[in-house]
């Protein structure tokens, strides 16, 4: 091995001085003419190359964006180390009495060989040459020192080229070998990143390529990919940009019920002033928001007529509007000193009361209490409050109440949902599940109770009033997914907490109602024994209502 080194060593030291130590050699020492000379050296020498020579040569090639050399190299190398493997077999076959006491010679116990052929496979993965890189990936696994970093890689990168048989493939190799050593800084400097593959990346690529191995129409593989996903964003760990990655790739995804639809109110022309919107129940009432927007393809609001968004109430049937009106108390708080700020904003772009809850409270009399989100009443101008109101049925007016203070001072606040009347509504689902009780007296809610919330929780918002059955309360909650110049994508989730609203018990994977839809927002729920009844909208364009039997629900819970 000393006479193979003297050559280059002369070659450097007459280029760089008889000083140059070879120890100190890097990638970044070597220039055009020392690659020049030392490629002829190497070609015309029969004898190997020292694995450091291959090392600092390969990686300077490498480093100057001379791949194509860089490849030839070490598959040289590789060639005439095998070489000498087969013949040293051969001799110790031939005379096995001379070699009794010498190791037998195997590629398996060569670790110039494992790391040669890791470097050959990182410079085809970096190029982009995956058959090649598939190739020696495989002798490793034949040698029996492929780790689970470098399977990954190659995994990832035909999931990327849609190579979806072969990534699931070399997934499966991944997940089932061993991590490499964590005082090979080599071959971890080459495949980095060793405990976050087993944590999350190798889950991340088994939730994609489950559902391309799986088949597009199979809900099983659907329904498995989705579990997948959200068994990744439970790790508290996950880094921030691969939880976005997997939060975005829901919309993908999501499982749609895709039952029996009933349209209640159907789609209007844009050259109408007011659509039908979003429903929600109140017995065997069904109330109806009824707006006088509509949403573009581009996922844009357009006001149909005057230069404000403006929201009205209607009990579908009879069609009946609902009027809204100001209670005396409420009244007292609009007439205010000079220079004090009005709960009343006339001035605001969002006219009406918006997204309404009604809840019938048994603990006061049977009152019918609603929620609304509103602009025009707010405790500051241009932000979103919660807007009190009793609902009197029998002249179908809607008396406000107050503007209801939230936790959290100058925030806008929506989708607080009622429990069970006054006494038990869900302000917030991350990172904890607040909820709280609405002081009639102080007009304000106090958070009574925190209920640890997953991380999977961490984009979920209110969307249905909780529904009491069998002992549990049931909510439906969605999340948002915004894509640009598209529709925002709305996906929901049913959370089901025990009776006594502390703890939860199971929540389902992420669902659409219809297929291919975007912006779904659902406010009714009706939980019998037969079934559960979703009421929602579609693009604030159309009132409709989905029944679903048990047996369906139950594969939205893993």
């Not at 010498?102 to 670790?111: F, G, I």
């Not at 609304?372 to 049925?393: C, F, H, K, P, W």
Request: aromatic content about 12%; glycine content about 6%.
């Amino acid at each position: 091995m000393l006479m193979a080194l003297l050559p280059i060593s002369f070659i450097i030291q007459k280029i760089y001085g008889p000083a140059y130590n070879l120890k100190s050699w890097s990638s970044a020492s070597f220039t055009p003419r020392v690659l020049s000379l030392e490629k002829s050296y190497i070609a015309s020498t029969p004898s190997l190359p020292n694995v450091t020579e291959i090392y600092l040569w390969a990686g300077s090639l490498f480093e100057q964006g001379d791949f194509d050399e860089a490849a030839k190299l070490y598959e040289e190398w590789i060639m005439r180390r095998t070489r000498q493997h087969q013949q040293k077999q051969q001799q110790q076959q031939q005379h096995p009495q001379q070699h009794l006491q010498t190791p037998a010679s195997s590629l398996a116990d060569d670790p110039d060989m494992t790391w040669c052929i890791q470097r050959l496979l990182k410079v085809h993965l970096s190029t982009g040459r995956l058959a090649d890189a598939q190739r020696w990936a495989d002798m490793l696994q034949q040698v029996g020192s492929l780790r689970t970093e470098p399977a990954y890689y190659l995994c990832k990168a035909l999931r990327e080229k849609g190579e979806f048989a072969r990534a699931y493939y070399y997934y499966l190799l991944a997940a089932n070998l061993p991590l490499q050593a964590a005082s090979d800084e080599e071959a971890n400097a080459l495949f980095p990143a060793r405990e976050r593959i087993h944590e999350y990346w190798l889950r991340y690529e088994e939730s994609i390529l489950w559902w391309h191995v799986g088949g597009f129409t199979d809900r099983y593989a659907l329904l498995h990919r989705l579990t997948l996903s959200m068994q990744m964003l439970e790790k508290p760990g996950l880094p921030l940009d691969l939880r976005q990655c997997v939060y975005n790739d829901l919309q993908h995804s999501a499982y749609s019920l895709g039952h029996y639809v009933q349209v209640l109110q159907a789609e209007k022309s844009t050259e109408e002033e007011w659509r039908f919107s979003t429903p929600t129940f109140l017995g065997d009432h069904t109330l109806v928001r009824v707006v006088n927007y509509y949403v573009s393809d581009d996922g844009s609001y357009h006001v149909s007529k005057g230069d404000k968004v403006n929201t009205r109430l209607m009990v579908n049937g009879p069609e009946e509007y609902l009027n809204v009106d100001w209670s005396e108390r409420f009244r007292s708080t609009l007439t205010v000193p000079e220079g004090k700020d009005s709960f009343y904003h006339p001035e605001a772009y969002v006219w009406g009361l918006e997204d309404t809850r009604v809840v019938i409270d048994s603990h006061r009399g049977d009152t019918i209490f609603t929620l609304s989100a509103s602009e025009e009443y707010s405790r500051n101008a241009g932000t979103m409050n919660q807007v009190l109101g009793i609902l009197d049925m029998s002249n179908k007016t809607l008396w406000i109440q107050g503007v209801i203070k939230g936790p959290r001072e100058n925030r806008h606040e929506k989708n607080w949902v009622f429990a069970e009347g006054l006494a038990h509504v869900v302000y917030d689902w991350y990172p904890t599940i607040q909820i709280g009780s609405i002081n009639l007296d102080e007009l304000a809610l106090k958070v009574h109770t925190a209920i640890p919330a997953p991380e999977s929780f961490r984009n979920m918002r209110g969307s249905t009033n909780g529904v009491l059955y069998n002992h549990e309360w049931w909510f439906v909650t969605h999340s948002v997914i915004y894509r640009l110049q598209q529709m925002r994508k709305y996906l929901h989730y049913l959370v089901v907490l025990n009776e006594d609203l502390t703890s939860i018990l199971r929540y389902s994977l992420p669902f659409t109602f219809e297929h291919g839809s975007d912006v779904e927002y659902c406010l009714g729920l009706k939980v019998e024994a037969a079934n559960l009844t979703f009421g929602y909208s579609v693009r604030d364009r159309s009132t409709r209502v989905m029944t679903v039997p048990w047996g369906d629900v139950g594969q939205l819970f893993p």
